[in-house]
């Protein structure tokens, strides 16, 4: 009964996360944080939409592992290049996923990954350029209890 | 476009009906409908493309009840397919009591049931693709299979799909494309498709590892002196809504940027006409069909909406076949200079009294379940009143089910899944093994016995509910609401997860679901693996045996809020 009740309950990853951590809401990152980190990034620079592209799945098959990918626009020559891509989670403990820097060596602005998602949130992306200029998309994960539908 | 001298067609048998309420034999009514009249249609170019979809193993006739309750919520609330009953006549024309409003909608059902009979059978599916193929031309007919044909029978369970397999090979489909299918397990799928006689297509279907694709996504076809390119797409959530794993190293999802790749593919590799062959369901396709470029035709499954003519969004084209074999779809395309310019498109109902069964599908259907065949015909019970589920929130097949699992593993609550699939049963009839598996064959049938406390119930029902009102189609799953025994609830179908679930009561009681207490809730088709508890299938057979005579009581413990 006991294996059942543990199975059934780790499809809900944000849930079982949310008891390890005592149950504490602000235990999670709020939308603010990540605003803050992405302030820090940019300064003073407006933050623009376009030139990134963030893609993730709309419902999160499996909330532990949740393949994301970012790719920006750019020629990536010596005057022009994206200097660094970073991904943040709104909903997690832990909101700085992982940060990719790039060189005009790398050719292409492209990268994926792998994170677990707490609960259904915005995964934000923020591409830096070579000029200072910020670019950000985001996309919202659903991460569902599931297993009705047919 | 069906036309309305097709509709006028059918009138003429609805004035007999309508003028006879209930009591018009069912010899009268096939004098008036001919496998002619079926399939009579004002052709368009050359091209023909035919649709099945969601057979759910069903290789013989079936009564299958249309919806109460099928509800759109934004973009999508009151227009097809959510419109049912009266309000599907009215959208439709159609005429009270003409076959078309009884294949189309409940109104009238058991009594129209008992004049037109059933509908469906793969060897009168058959004789209609036949008749088709002979009146176009092998070479100007594409076939295509929309998923959902291999699970939904005992001799689809008992025989790991063997059974449909066999049939399908005999109607030679020209491609298919797969949900239900998974739950066979990754290995049997593999084996099938690597045996089969056409594609298994999916543009949408990447391993875990690598994200790369893990079957065809495109299969090219030179027909109707026109290039088509046949794009496959699985239903997006099967590892959400099946169990993951039994497929654990494949990944699924909408994956429009995907798609729009393999068409703009497609296009360049010469196809003319561009068809997506889905099993994404209605709203996800009318959504899609906006967001991507190039598709011509979009051939709709899942969701088991019947719509009597393609509609036309943009340019593309969106038809939706139905399911249990009630229906084949037609869509006709004029092509010149690799430009559709006119179209035509119908949804045949497979009236299977006045069809003459194909010979050879009608072999072979009695061949694959002989046998099993006296276990097949094995009376457990009889049932007073209508069987039927299809509904956004329950159906009297899953009040009993409900009921059978509370008293069978002793609990408070039951939940049984909003499956879309499972044929009816009429008042009076007996119930049989096979009807019994209709409702309930599946892989995964354990029906658990666990404690949930009502703060969980409550997350699981507006978790559900989101999957079939979030008002951003690519967020939903396709299935009904999850059923609920023992408890009452009231639904909001236009708030905001979280808002929808209101007034949880306990109906033994009368009591308001205490959120912290625990439940003892009975289930069935969990998607988590190693799920103790005895089988769906033989629970109920135990439970429906003990009784003489079936009798579901009214179901008023679901209150909708919120809509007209």
């Known amino acids: 009964m006991n294996l059942q009740r543990r199975k059934l309950l780790g499809g809900t990853v944000g849930i079982a996360t949310v008891g390890l951590l005592g149950g504490a809401a602000n235990a999670l990152a709020a939308p603010e944080d990540v605003a803050a980190a992405i302030k820090a990034i940019a ?35 010596d ?19 992982v940060t990719f820097n790039f060189s005009p060596a ?42 009705c539908g047919g | 476009m069906t036309t309305r001298r097709d509709f006028l067609q059918f009138a003429a048998v609805s004035a007999a009906a309508t003028g006879f309420s209930g009591g018009l034999s069912k010899a009268a009514a096939t004098q008036t409908i001919t496998q002619d009249d079926l399939l009579k249609f004002d052709s368009k170019g050359k091209l023909t493309l035919l649709h099945i979809t969601d057979i759910h193993a069903q290789l013989k006739p079936v009564y299958f009840r249309p919806p109460s309750e099928n509800y759109g919520v934004g973009a999508f609330e009151g227009i097809p397919p959510h419109l049912v009953g009266e309000d599907f006549l009215k959208h439709f024309n159609l005429e ?5 409003a ?32 002979a009146d176009r031309g092998d070479n100007n007919v594409l076939l295509l299979d929309g998923g959902d044909t291999w699970q939904g029978s005992y001799t689809a369970l008992k025989t790991n799909a063997q059974d449909m397999l066999d049939c399908m090979a005999l109607l030679k489909p020209d491609a298919m494309v797969g949900h239900w299918e998974f739950t066979l397990g990754a290995d049997r799928v593999l084996e099938i498709v690597d045996n089969m006689a056409y594609p298994f297509l999916a543009s ?51 994956r429009a940027e995907l798609l729009q790749e393999n068409v703009d593919k497609a296009r360049a590799d010469g196809a003319q006409v561009v068809v997506l062959l889905s099993h994404n369901g209605f709203d996800v396709d009318q959504k899609l069909a906006t967001v991507i470029d190039g598709i011509d035709v979009i051939l709709t499954g899942h969701t088991h909406d019947a719509v009597p003519e393609a509609i036309k969004i943009g340019s593309t084209l969106v038809m939706s076949s139905g399911s249990h074999g009630k229906y084949l779809g037609r869509v006709d395309l004029e092509v010149s200079n690799g430009k559709i310019t006119d179209y035509a498109s119908t949804l045949i109902p497979v009236f299977s009294d006045v069809i003459a069964p194909d010979a050879a599908m009608s072999a072979k259907i009695d061949e694959v379940r002989a046998p099993y065949e006296k276990e097949l015909q094995r009376v457990i019970g009889k049932t007073e009143g209508l069987l039927y589920r299809r509904g956004n929130f329950n159906g009297t097949w899953d009040d009993l089910i409900c009921q059978g699992m509370i008293e069978e593993r002793d609990a408070e609550l039951s939940f049984s899944p909003g499956f879309r699939w499972g044929t009816t049963n009429l008042p009076g009839q007996e119930i049989t093994i096979d009807d019994l598996y209709n409702q309930t064959a599946m892989s995964y049938p354990s029906v658990y016995r666990l404690e949930f406390t009502g703060q969980r119930i409550k997350e699981i029902l507006e978790d559900v509910c989101d999957n079939l009102f979030n008002i951003d189609p690519f967020f ?15 639904c909001a179908p236009k708030q905001v997860m979280g808002s929808r679930i209101s007034d949880m009561t306990l109906l033994s009681t009368g009591e308001p679901i205490d959120p912290k207490r625990s439940y003892v809730v009975a289930g069935w088709a969990s998607v988590n693996e190693g799920v103790e508890g005895p089988a769906i299938f033989d629970l109920m057979e135990n439970y429906i045996s003990k009784q003489s005579v079936i009798n579901v009581p009214k179901n008023d413990a679901v209150k909708i809020s919120g809509m007209d």
């Open chain 1, 43 to 77: 300064g003073d620079a407006e933050i623009g939409s376009g030139m990134i592209t963030l893609t993730a799945p709309e419902i999160a098959e499996n909330g532990n592992s949740v393949p994301i990918s970012v790719s920006v626009d750019s020629p990536m020559t």
């Open chain 1, 79 to 97: 005057d022009d290049y994206v200097a660094s891509v970073s991904i943040y989670a709104e909903g997690n403990p832990l909101p700085e996923v």
């Open chain 1, 106 to 147: 790398s050719g292409v602005a492209s990268a994926s990954t792998r994170m677990r998602l707490a609960q259904t949130q915005n995964v934000v992306a923020v591409a830096k350029m070579s000029n200072g200029s910020v670019f950000s998309d985001t996309r919202n994960v659903k991460v569902t209890i599931g297993g």
């Open chain 2, 96 to 100: 009270r009591g003409s076959a078309l």
């Open chain 2, 102 to 133: 009884y294949a189309h909608t409940m109104v009238d059902y058991v009594d129209l049931a008992r004049s037109y009979g059933k509908l469906g059978g793969l060897d009168r599916m058959a004789t209609l693709v036949n008749a088709i193929r």
């Open chain 2, 204 to 254: 949408n279907i990447v391993d875990t590892d690598w994200e790369e694709s893990v079957f065809e996504s495109t299969a090219f076809f030179d027909r109707g002196d026109t290039r088509v390119a046949v794009i496959g797409q699985a239903m997006p959530y099967t590892p959400i809504a099946n169990p993951r794993w039994m497929f654990p190293e494949w990944s699924f999802g909408i």
């Open chain 2, 476 to 490: 939903q799953q396709g299935g009904d609401m999850v059923r609920v025994g023992g408890m009452g609830y009231t």
